[in-house]
């Protein structure tokens, strides 16, 4: 699929405070401004099957908003009467090239949250977050990641804490809630593992 032409005709659906689909969409760019409604989202966190660690990524310098930032394994809209669960694997194998998701699952069912504005955009979004593991590297399209890394869960609670390395919003809001909830919970603590060379780094 075409990047450009995915991008002009994505739309985002509009929810009540408790989710559910109002009937209302919008174009997506056009939708995120200043005064953003609350809209539907996912959050999904990528883990290794072979030693659950968590792949991290770097948002595109081209991104609209947000660019070069440190994040979670990948994030989406749904779209209009798209089942959650169908919007998660379509973006991991948009962005990450990881059509194959083992064990997929949602963790926080009622999540949301509201961003501090970056250039006059304000994130505003009811954001199911989900857990899956993958076998595979990642191969991320250009224009979505710059870069990604995989972080033992131990780690990825540093990383979260630097105040050089320039992480998203909603990674640091979920980890709260993340870190009692399973599988997280039951992570054990470690050291960095195998990641394809590029440090988290300020943007």
């Known amino acids: 699929m075409n990047n450009t032409t995915e991008v002009d005709t994505e739309r985002i659906v509009y929810v009540t405070e408790d989710g559910v689909p109002t009937g209302e969409t919008a174009p997506k760019l056009a939708g995120h401004h200043e005064n953003t409604r609350l809209h539907l989202a996912f ?3 990528l ?3 072979s030693d659950q660690a968590l792949l991290i990524t770097s948002r595109a310098a081209a991104k609209k908003v947000w660019p070069g930032v440190w994040t979670n394994s990948v994030c989406g809209h749904p779209a209009p009467g798209e089942p959650i669960e169908e919007a998660v694997r379509r973006r991991a194998a948009f962005e ?3 059509p194959r998701l083992n064990g997929l699952r949602c963790v926080l069912p009622a999540y949301r949250y509201r961003t501090p504005p970056f250039e006059g955009v304000v994130e505003n979004e009811f954001c199911p977050v989900f ?3 993958v076998d595979d590297d990642p191969e991320p399209h250009p ?5 990604w890394r995989w972080l033992s869960w131990h780690d990825y609670a540093q990383l979260l804490k630097d105040d050089v390395t320039d992480v998203s919003y909603w990674a640091k809001d979920q980890f709260s809630q993340l870190k009692d909830v399973e599988p997280f919970s039951g992570l054990l603590s470690g050291t960095s593992v195998r ?3 590029a440090e988290p780094s300020s943007t």
């Open 43 to 45: 959050s999904c966190y």
């Open 47 to 49: 883990l290794r099957s």
């Open 96 to 98: 990450l090239g990881l």
């Open 131 to 133: 857990v899956a593991w």
């Open 143 to 147: 224009d979505e990641v710059g870069e």
């Open 195 to 197: 990641d394809n060379g």
